[in-house]
């Protein structure tokens, strides 16, 4: 339209400028106050998470059991360099396919797959070694920080670690 405009008429390209700002206004205001409104204007579409399956061919029920009788006997979870590669490696899959199936059949990350273990671990500790400091229940449970520790178990738990202690002690309500 600006060309023809340009051949035409200057009022022609006000005209075609004009419209086109208001249509991009327009798409603007109405994406604010609905944002599904703008996605008929995305041509990429977003690929959705794992829709190409890399778990095709294995069984995941044998894959978590076996992952989990490790971390279980071993007490991998424990370990500061332990990675979802030293996993995968250990149970003779890739990454990406230990990766899906946490995500896919436990709906958690590898990283919260492991501080579970490790939270498990520490409410263990907690519960036989009630005079052991907070600190070193982080440090035996695998945490490598207080400050992680507290993050974690209160994700967790919805309480901090010394709240826990107490309220399983008996000491508060």
């Known amino acids: 339209m600006l060309i023809i405009g340009d ?3 200057f009022a022609f390209s006000r005209a075609a400028i004009a419209m086109v700002n208001t249509v991009t206004l327009g798409v603007f205001f109405a994406s604010q106050y609905d944002p599904s409104y703008y996605a008929i204007f995305k041509h990429v579409k977003k690929k959705k998470k ?5 778990i095709q061919g294995i069984d995941a029920e044998s894959v ?3 992952l989990n009788a490790v971390m279980t006997e071993k007490e991998l979870y424990k370990e500061e360099n332990f990675s979802i590669k030293n996993a995968a490696d250990m149970l003779n899959i890739n990454v990406q396919q230990l990766s899906e199936i946490l995500n896919s059949f436990l709906h958690k990350s590898f990283s919260t797959y492991i501080n579970d273990y490790k939270i498990n671990e520490a409410m263990n ?5 009630p005079d052991y400091q907070i600190t070193r229940i982080a440090l035996m449970a695998g945490f490598n920080s207080t400050r992680t520790f507290n993050r974690v178990f209160v994700k967790s738990t919805g309480r901090t670690p010394m709240d826990y202690r107490r309220y399983h002690s008996g000491k508060i309500s």
């Open 125 to 129: 500790l907690m519960a036989q070694n």
């Open 7 to 9: 051949i035409i008429s």
């Open 50 to 54: 794992y829709e190409l399956s890399k």
């Open 64 to 66: 978590i059991l076996k």
